[in-house]
Nanobody, 114 residues
Framework: QVQLVESGGGLVQPGGSLRLSCAAS????????MGWYRQAPGKERELVAS???????NYADSVKGRFTISRDNAKNTVYLQMNMLKSDDTAIYYC????????WGQGTQVTVSS
């Protein structure tokens, strides 16, 4: 059973924007903190943003001020609005529950290049 489906990635120039979406099953999404992760080639997966059920947010220093995480509890969907993208943002982006991660989805590729 697929419980996490990421979408919205693509190729963008430095300074550009993308909006990622993560559709989660209701049993996973409801009342859980959700997070966006990314993994660049040769690097460990890292948490870049999280949001609680009550929409309290937290961001890694590397993306603070540029990325915005949000959620629609009625639609079981979490979003990541990415602005002012840099080459260092290039990675595969995943969503999951930070406290009790489940099976990872396919992720969505974000490539920032001129």
């Amino acid at each position: 059973q697929v419980q996490l489906v990421e979408s919205g990635g693509g190729l963008v120039q430095p300074g550009g924007s993308l909006r990622l979406s993560c559709a989660a099953s209701r049993s996973i999404f409801s009342f859980n903190t959700m997070g966006w992760y990314r993994q660049a080639p040769g690097k460990e997966r890292e948490l870049v943003a999280s949001i609680t059920h009550n929409r309290i947010t937290n961001y890694a220093d590397s993306v603070k001020g540029r990325f915005t995480i949000s959620r629609d509890n009625a639609k079981n969907t979490v979003y990541l609005q990415m602005n002012m993208l840099k080459s260092d943002d290039t990675a595969i982006y995943y969503c999951n529950t930070p406290r009790y991660p489940i099976t990872w989805g396919q992720g969505t590729q974000v490539t920032v290049s001129s």
